[in-house]
């Protein structure tokens, strides 16, 4: 991954806010008015389609509903998971834990916008030995990030899916399809609350 060049004032961009739509947190930052002065790359992090991802950003407890290996029943396990802005506002990292279901468990991810591509790739790992790479970005009121296909004879596609996101609330689902498939099979649901947010 080429190196990104990161001015002095994007770095105090998180504690800046700024007002959008459902894809802005309130804790986003705004772009300096001298643009001219700011490298390219450092202006680019501060292009509307970099900030997709701000909803995410804060400290949520998350609740975890996990299907079966059977496919019959769900399970369920709880959470948190605290996403912050990095690199002068350039990338997402993600900080995850679980207290199951079966076993305490662990990840981590860091997302970026390419400007050069027009999407977002993610890269997730986690204690359990896995290493998963993403591409996808807004799909209208959602988010969706996706492999490419992968699993036996490279046949079988996930994806993540962040819907109905409000201020304190966002739901998540992790699906799969098979080679050729339409339908997506959800595997791990998971819903977010903002830490210390009222409960409906």
């Not at 949520?60 to 506002?89: C, F, M, Y």
């Not at 649901?189 to 903002?194: A, N």
Request: hydrophobic content about 40%; proline content about 6%.
């Amino acid at each position: 991954m080429r190196p990104i060049l990161v001015s002095a004032a994007l770095a105090a961009c998180a504690a800046a806010p700024r007002a959008g739509g459902p894809f802005t947190a309130a804790g986003g930052c705004a772009a300096p008015e001298d643009h001219a002065s700011r490298p390219a790359g450092a202006q680019a992090c501060a292009s509307p389609e970099s900030r997709q991802l701000d909803f995410w950003v804060g400290d949520w407890d998350v609740r975890l509903k996990q299907r079966s290996p059977g496919g019959d029943t769900w399970q369920e396990a709880h959470g948190t998971n605290r996403i912050r802005k990095i690199l002068g506002g350039c990338a997402v990292l993600e900080s995850f834990e679980a207290d199951g279901p079966d076993a305490i468990w662990a990840g981590k991810s860091v997302s970026q916008y390419l400007p050069a591509e027009k999407r977002w790739r993610q890269v997730w790992v986690d204690d359990q030995g896995s290493w998963l790479a993403f591409t996808g970005g807004q799909q209208g009121e959602q988010f969706i990030l996706q492999t490419d296909p992968v699993g036996a004879a490279a046949g079988r596609t996930l994806r993540m899916v962040f819907h109905d996101i409000r201020p304190d609330h966002i739901s998540w689902r992790w699906e799969r399809a098979e080679a050729g498939g339409a339908t997506w099979t959800p595997l791990l649901l998971i819903e977010y609350r903002r830490s210390g947010a009222a409960r409906n």
